[in-house]
């Protein structure tokens, strides 16, 4: 049964600290999208590629927030420097041709 | 700009009583309407789209352009339908997907 997987499951930092999620898509997948879900904005998309290219990344803020995809399997998003109003849940997804999302498990963020 | 609306945060019914969840959008193009579903430890998944018209777990949900609304109805709620709901949009002709914010469903025995 293919999945998206997301590591790491869970991730405590110090305020200023570079954290880095990872992403594997499932494989054959074109599009994959990152979101943050939290209590106040529900899930806001933060940044989708297709076929690795971004499409879209207005959702993130830039001067801390960066997105990637090196190669098919695997997405990144990285912020630098974090700070504690990045505490969330970030999760992965990833489609065929726009069709349903399959989403990761999340990646549980508390920065300190 | 696209959004979408959920206005509850919470809603609570007792067992076998009616549901509703509602969702409005705007948007001004033909928009594809979603419903996703996150069980407690689950990963988030698809319920139902509007295209397919299809009753998943006795769910349904109707477009109503008029009123730019896809509100998730079940005419009997059980306890398993306990979770979080999201309604999302996808603009028509791209691959983004927009989400509400989010509705938790209790349904209390």
């Known amino acids: 049964d293919a999945r998206v997987t997301q590591t790491p499951r869970h991730k405590v930092t110090e305020m200023g600290q570079e954290v880095t999620m990872r992403c594997q898509p499932i494989?054959?997948?074109?599009?994959v999208f990152w979101y943050r879900q939290t209590m106040m904005q529900g899930l806001e998309l933060l940044a989708y590629?297709?076929?690795?290219?971004?499409?879209?990344d207005s959702g993130m803020p830039k001067d801390r927030f960066s997105a990637e995809m090196p190669d098919a399997t695997l997405a990144t998003l990285k912020i630098q420097p974090s700070e504690p109003r990045d505490s969330a849940v970030y999760f992965c997804?990833?489609?065929?041709?726009?069709?349903?999302?399959?989403f990761g498990s999340g990646t549980q963020l508390s920065v300190l | 700009a696209q959004r979408v609306t959920q206005p509850e945060k919470l809603l609570s019914v007792f067992k076998g009583a009616p549901v509703e969840l509602k969702c409005n959008y705007s948007?001004?193009?033909?928009?594809?309407l979603f419903w996703y579903v996150q069980y407690s430890r689950q990963r988030l998944q698809l319920l139902l789209r509007?295209?397919s018209r299809e009753s998943i777990k006795g769910f349904t949900a109707d477009l109503n352009k008029g009123e730019t609304s896809f509100h998730l109805k079940k005419p009997f709620a059980q306890e398993e339908d306990s979770a979080m709901y999201y309604c999302?949009?996808?603009?028509?002709?791209?691959?983004?997907?927009?989400f509400g914010t989010g509705t938790r469903l209790k349904v209390l025995a």
């Open positions: 997804a990833s489609g065929l041709q726009g069709e349903k999302l399959f």
């Open positions: 494989l054959g997948h074109n599009t």
């Open positions: 590629f297709r076929n690795r290219a971004p499409l879209d």
């Open positions: 948007y001004s193009g033909s928009p594809e």
């Open positions: 509007h295209i």
């Open positions: 999302a949009l996808k603009a028509s002709g791209t691959y983004k997907y927009i």
